[in-house]
């Protein structure tokens, strides 16, 4: 089969080096894209008068036929071609003839690879935010069902403070709200036509860029030919914002594990989301949470691979670029996937609250006994010493602070009243917290009132 550049050798290509450097493969994902790109780029030639009205309408009809042709059998995009634009101008050609080879006038797959990744990666970012969106739906949904139950948090994962657990559930949405911000940020970046560049310098044919901008829905043109053929920081921008949300998903797979296992049990797992041992009867694994903590470095390595694939680049396309695609797809799989059993796994979550309160007791209330002793005018660092004390004794004889007598109390520091026997509970803790951020019983839920009002309004964008 001749290739697009067949001309420029009076020899066959060597095939193990064609077939080496063919993306057909994989970037027959990008058809739809190709052929939506091509039909603009040949009403724009029309209308610069580059293409007379008798070609210009049966490449119409041809794409838009292949266009139903695919929709309605995907084998139809397959064939020994090298890449998806090989395709789809083969095709073009053997239905057309000549009017099908005058569709590349002024032209490069150069640019054309560059609006394809960029039509695909507008369309497909708002289904991943809304996946996005989802999840952040049933933490909150786990966070309202939590209502006031508590649970130690972790610092250096040693038990720290009593929190609520709605704000646990919230602590892990928070982030995904900022990855959902930096996929509209990685959309912008795609939103920009690259068509006009040329294969470098421009093209010769006096197309209405700004036009087929806005036809194809793009807000801007690109701003410089030589940039736009090697630029591929709208697909960085696309595997970072991956990359930051398989992360979170992997941290928030890592709590569930652990604090769903025995030795915390705040958690139960879904019994359909959990797996069993073919050795040991009693086991219930989290292996879907195990794979999405070990997927998250397949997003990283396709974010640090494309980096690495264009920081040596001279200025111009180079086909290093192909690189760019299979990194994108693969990320967008390997996030749609992990979204998609982390929702199912923490929708069917139930609490422990018995196994947790108990664990948010005991010693971790030391911060609010050194609080009350501040609030009668002993400076910080002093009570702080204080309550150390009193904390190392307990821990040498294996007791906590509710088992404490008055006089014990008292002679920890004559401050202390009757009053501090009721003030050792969880909850005593959170309700003595005073800032939006904190886990107060009251901005938690105020935390999520906000966060009802931004899925509201994060629904009516995707
Ligand atoms: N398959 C190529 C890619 O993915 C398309 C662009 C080819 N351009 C070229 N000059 N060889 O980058």
Known sequence: MATLWSGRFDIAPDAEALEFGASFRFD?????????????????????????????????????????????????????????????????????????????????????????????????????QHAIAVLVDVLANQAADAADAVMPSFTHFRPAQPVLVAHFFLSHATPLRRDYARFTAARDECDALPLGSGAIAGTAYRVDVTRLAQELGFSRVVDNSMDASSDRDFAAAFLYACTMTMVHLSRLAEDLIILSGDAYHFFELPDALSTGSS?????????????????????????????????????????????????????????????????????????????AASAASGLLLATDVADYLVARGVPFRRAHEIVGALVRQLVAEGRDFASLSMGEWRAASELFDGDIVNRMTPGVSVTAKATPQSTAPAAVEARLTEVRQWLDSASKLC
């Open 28 to 128: 027959r994902r990008l058809f739809e894209d190709d052929v939506t790109g091509s039909l603009a780029w040949a009403r724009a030639l029309a209308a610069a008068g580059v293409l007379s009205k008798e070609d210009a309408q049966p490449i119409d009809l041809a794409l838009s036929a292949m266009l139903e042709e695919a929709r309605s059998n995907p084998d139809f995009v397959d064939g020994p071609d090298e890449d998806v634009h090989s395709f789809v101008e083969r095709v073009l050609v053997e239905r057309l003839g000549d009017a099908g080879r005058r569709l590349h006038t002024g032209r490069s797959r150069n640019e054309q690879v560059s609006l394809d990744l960029r039509l695909y990666l507008r369309r497909r970012i708002p289904i991943v």
């Open 279 to 355: 050795m040991m009867p009693q086991k219930k694994n989290p292996d879907p949470l195990e794979l999405v903590r070990g997927k998250t470095g397949r997003a990283l390595g396709h974010l640090v691979g494309l980096l690495t694939a264009i920081k040596g680049l001279p200025t111009g396309y180079n086909k290093d670029l192909q690189e760019d695609k299979e990194a994108v797809f693969d990320a967008e799989d390997t996030l749609n996937g992990s979204l998609a059993v982390v929702r199912s796994v923490v929708g069917g979550l139930t609490v422990d609250r018995q196994r």
